[in-house]
Nanobody, 121 residues
Framework: VQLQASGGGLVQAGGSLRLSCAASELSFSSSFMAWFRQAPGKEREFVGR????????FYADSVRGRFTISIENAKNTVYLAMNNLKPEDTAVYYC???????????????WGQGTQVTVSS
């Protein structure tokens, strides 16, 4: 499974961005799609995940209510809509795929290349 993330950029605090992650396929091995982020000097952090059907999502407390993950099965694409962005959301955002519903980065088998999100104050 190959993942291609896009959509990052520079935005002011309070603004919005939408990231995309195109998967080469959706299968059992990639039935859970997740977003992680990593800020400079920090460990990779779980942001949220979605089951391939789109019926089940789960978010980190730090983004719940501001970020929304959705999936467009016809395009094998997962989206991360980010609203009310804060400077602390600045990070490289990665999409990942795996067969388990987990928040642990090590349990995801496939990773995209990352896209930079910078939120200015």
């Amino acid at each position: 499974v190959q993942l291609q993330a896009s959509g990052g950029g520079l935005v002011q605090a309070g603004g919005s961005l939408r990231l995309s992650c195109a998967a080469s396929e959706l299968s059992f091995s990639s039935s859970f799609m997740a977003w992680f982020r990593q800020a400079p000097g920090k460990e990779r952090e779980f942001v949220g995940r979605i089951f391939w059907s789109g019926l089940s999502t789960f978010y980190a407390d730090s983004v719940r209510g501001r970020f929304t993950i959705s999936i467009e099965n016809a395009k094998n694409t997962v989206y991360l809509a980010m609203n009310n962005l804060k400077p602390e959301d600045t990070a490289v955002y990665y999409c990942a795929a795996g067969p388990r519903a987990t928040t642990e980065a090590t349990k995801y088998d496939y990773w995209g290349q990352g896209t930079q999100v910078t939120v200015s104050s």
